[in-house]
């Protein structure tokens, strides 16, 4: 509520664009500070890229060799497809990197009994590769079929503001798994880099003026720098020198095993791991990890679009990025990256931390993921900074990402007892029935339905 004309209280002004963004869309930094900004965005998309083959390549045969080279593969897709959103798809400032909803399929390949016939590890991580390559090939016909066909379009038609807040919000809470938990793993180094990453956005701009907006634009390289500095200090103190493994894997900067893993120079190209194979129940795995990317890359194209200080896009536009997000995730099956594709959520979060929704700066982020691809050992490097770091910036990011989802809530009638039905049931039901799945695997071993078919393609 604002103050009106004879002090009345006066609601707050529906804005179709959000104010307060320094650089929208269109518009630029100079040069100089879109290279920071840029590198900024790769250094938060680097967690997902870190964290998805540290899961899956062990369960697949791989050391750190193979985790290292995934890893650097699925940055490289992550350029190219970033690239290619950003030119001729929704042309929003969208990282497209991998997504945690591929986990699933890619873990239940890797421990399919067909692969316990090789007993080389090496050759077990290279052929299970190979299965995850032809389900997501396969899958990925679904994005590009509803994108470029038009279905898409006709679905997203449909999509107003009371639709479109639970599935922005839910996109970022759903993910509330990778915030405090990872954050928990090392709480000293994790919950200092939460408070000082805090500080340095939201109050030390309000109390140290500055002609230059530096604390709020640079928050995430200046806490990760210095919290990272902690670590190593920790590390060479010997302060986890007789503490469990899992808790100097997670603390010591000195334990990820990339930099020893990586090349120095490697060039992910296709097919790197052999010719793909298709497994009829696995594909179906893998659609519908496909379609769950989908909604929420649609989520995501929404609210970058709104810390972009942009309209709302067209459902036209939304069906065209769906397409390249298909587009997308063929190339990541083509590569072998273990993983499909997905708007980064996090990287949409730090749209709006910094307040700069500009193109040209997730371009320039893409470049460095290339860049970092292919020069490994520079990329392992920031590649193994610890992940209780990652979640601390999750906790935060991933709350701004829920938070556009409140934004949309002000074209809405909250008055309406039918507005708040349909509200609070999505979000609800979004955050019960995946609990419901969740504690019938965890107390059952497998899922509520089962079709009995082995089928082989």
Known sequence: MTAGKGDELVPHPVKDQLPGVDYCVNSNPS??????????????????????????????????????????TLLFVAGLNTLLQSWFGTRLPVVIGGSFRFIIPAVFIALSNRYNTYLDPRERFKQSMRGMQGALMIASVLPILAGFFGVWRIVTRFLCPLSMAPLVLLLGIGLYQQGFPLLAECVEIGLPELILLILLSQFIPHMWKLKQPLFERFAVLLSVGIMWAFAAVLTVAGAYKNRPLQTQFSCR????????????????????????NVDAGEVFLMLAAAFVSLVESTGGFIAAARYGSATYCPASVLSRGAGWLGLGMLLNGLWGTGSGATVSVENVGLLALTRVGSRRVIQISAAFMLFFSVLGKFGAILASIPLPIIGALYCVLFALMSAAGFDLLQFCNLNSYRTKFILGFSIYMGLSVPQYFNGYVITTGRGPVQSGSAAVI
């Open 31 to 72: 040069w100089a500070e879109a290279v920071i900004l840029g590198f900024q965005h790769y250094l938060v998309m680097l967690g997902t890229s870190v964290i998805i083959p540290t899961i899956i390549v062990p369960q697949m045969g791989g050391g750190n060799v193979e985790k290292a080279q995934v890893i650097q």
């Open 253 to 276: 900067v000195d334990r990820s095993g990339l930099v020893s893993g990586a090349s120095w120079i490697r060039f992910p190209y296709p097919w790197q791991w052999g010719t793909p």
